[in-house]
């Protein structure tokens, strides 16, 4: 966040206790941000690549800042060492706090041992949004693969981080699959820990 | 199986036809005319203002024919709202409200969506079938 | 209504790209203040569908409305209307909470910036779209050290509607 811990005239904001995260703005006021900022970003980019990439930095921001809120209101400050902690930490608990519930699905991919899957069948911020033919698979849920980076960045588990848009035979509407490949380095210190 | 909405139009505050949706098999209209005629109806109803006889006058709510009925409904930033429908057909001003909702929810909220354009928003599309299908079952019903 | 955090979190996001984007603080409160205008623009018709307000009769309705109905739907907080002018087009908006600044202090570099400059966007574009034309600025913001977040809005003009039949094209 833009913050330096700097004393002010006013309360050092450092100071200030950390909100107990109750206050509540409607979907509405969240969903006509989030169409500001792509629109916005639309502007910045010459391509739907870029456009992707500045939606994932986007969140990631985020998410750096939610994992260091959530360790300090949720967890007393622990930190996860495991890959599979961390994944469930993400599953529910950041996806909890951000979108009001816990995530539809947690899968290990069956093809690639540092892959795997976080589904949900509409993910909040893609609620009203339809995204045009002509624009492929672009997925605005890109802001959400990098709030999911940036929680594990800051976590100690560095991956790639994308989403895609899934069929699902059942539906109308493909589902969202938040596609985490955790580095080299996260697996082989899995590995050790056994 | 009779439907009580033939067609939809939405047409943005400068008169031009932003969406039209025909519901019935009667009566279809080609893109030409449909335009033709959603700015005849903004004008119209335009001049519906003038003729009352005092200020604050809100505009044609519903236009009543042999074979059809319409009902009109316009927003206070001046987009209108107005559906065909079987004479007499009831209940048509809770759906236009409903309609217009959808509007503001898969419309306005898509960041793809440039203002006063056509809308051609999937989930609008999605949205709007259910919502006139839950009226004309609803209707059935009664 | 949903959790608040998701929402702070992204728009102190959105204040960070434009800072790295633009560089110039001025340029940052022009852009956020281009952004609400573009969000008012669209939110108006939700808060007019979800509502169910009325054509207001006077401005100082309208200014009650934004404050009671319009914060109160879209931010969880409501304001207060206060400091009329005599001839009742001017006011100001005092906030009493502000779901945007949680955890957010200006650093010295930015001393300049109105970061909650969207919200004077907002309301001048909600309000064009229902033919008021007005000037929003900020009076007080805690951000800059100041005691509460206090918005002045100015009432410019009426646009009369349009009779399409006597534009000549």
Redesign the interface.
């Known amino acids: ?6 004393t ?3 309360a ?2 450092l100071d200030k206790p ?2 107990k ?1 109750r ?20 502007t ?1 980019v010459d391509n739907i690549a870029e456009l992707e990439r ?1 939606l994932e ?3 990631y ?2 998410g750096a ?2 994992l260091e ?1 959530l360790c300090h209101r949720e967890k007393g400050n622990r930190r996860e060492t495991r890959l599979l902690g961390i994944l469930s930490f993400v599953h529910s608990t950041v996806w909890k ?4 519930k816990v995530a539809d699905s947690l899968e290990k991919g069956t093809e690639h041992e540092d892959e795997y899957m976080i589904s949900e069948n509409e993910l ?1 911020v893609n609620r ?5 033919k002509d ?1 492929g698979a672009f997925n ?1 849920g890109a802001f959400v693969a990098g709030i999911v980076k940036g929680v594990l960045d800051g976590a100690g588990f560095p991956a790639v981080v994308t989403a895609h848009f899934v069929p699902m035979e059942q539906q ?2 493909p589902r969202t699959t938040i596609l985490i490949k955790f580095a080299e380095e996260v697996l082989r210190r899995e590995a050790k820990l056994g | 199986m009779a439907a009580a909405i033939n067609c939809l139009f939405i047409i943005n505050k400068s008169g031009g036809l932003i969406f039209y949706k025909d519901c019935g098999s009667a009566g279809r209209m080609d893109t030409n005319d449909s335009l033709r005629l959603a700015s005849l109806w903004h004008s119209m109803h335009a001049i519906s203002q003038q003729l009352s006889p005092v200020n604050g006058c809100s505009g044609i709510q519903l236009l009543q024919a042999d074979t059809f009925d319409l009902h009109c409904f316009q927003s206070l930033t001046g987009t209108k709202f107005f559906v065909v429908s079987e004479p007499g057909a009831q209940h048509m001003e809770p759906l236009l409200k409903v309609i217009y909702e959808l509007y503001t929810d898969y419309v306005l909220k898509n960041p793809f969506y440039e203002m006063e354009m056509p809308i051609r928003c999937e989930l609008f599309d999605i949205n709007l079938s259910q919502a006139i299908q839950r009226d004309r079952v609803a209707l059935l019903g009664r | 209504m949903q959790n608040a955090e998701l929402f702070t979190l992204t728009y102190g996001a959105i204040v960070r790209q434009l800072l790295t984007d633009l560089e110039d603080v001025d340029e940052v409160n022009k852009q956020l203040d281009q952004m609400g205008y573009n969000i008012g623009i669209r939110l108006i018709d939700e808060f007019l569908a979800k509502s169910n307000v009325s054509r207001c009769v006077n401005f100082k309705e309208t200014a009650e409305v934004i404050a009671k109905v319009g914060f109160k739907m879209f931010l969880g907080i409501t304001a207060t209307v206060t400091n009329w002018d005599v001839d009742g087009s001017s006011c100001s908006l005092v906030l009493e909470d502000n779901p945007l600044v949680d955890f957010v202090e200006l650093p010295d570099m930015c001393q300049g910036l109105y970061y909650c400059n969207v919200l004077s966007g907002v309301i001048r574009g909600a309000l064009e779209m229902v033919s008021m034309k007005t000037e929003v600025t900020w009076v007080r913001d805690m951000l800059r050290g100041d005691d509460a977040y206090e918005l002045r809005l100015k009432l410019l003009k009426q646009v009369p509607e349009e009779y399409p039949y006597k534009d000549d094209e």
Do not use: H
Not at chain 1, 97 to 100: E, S
């Open positions: 966040m833009i913050g330096a811990g700097r002010k005239q006013y050092n904001v950390l909100s995260g206050q509540e703005v409607s979907l509405s006021a969240f969903s006509f941000l989030f169409s500001e900022i792509v629109q916005y970003n639309q910045q500045r930095d986007a969140g921001a985020v800042r939610v809120l706090v951000l979108f009001g909040l009203f949004i339809s995204v045009p624009m605005c109308q509407r």
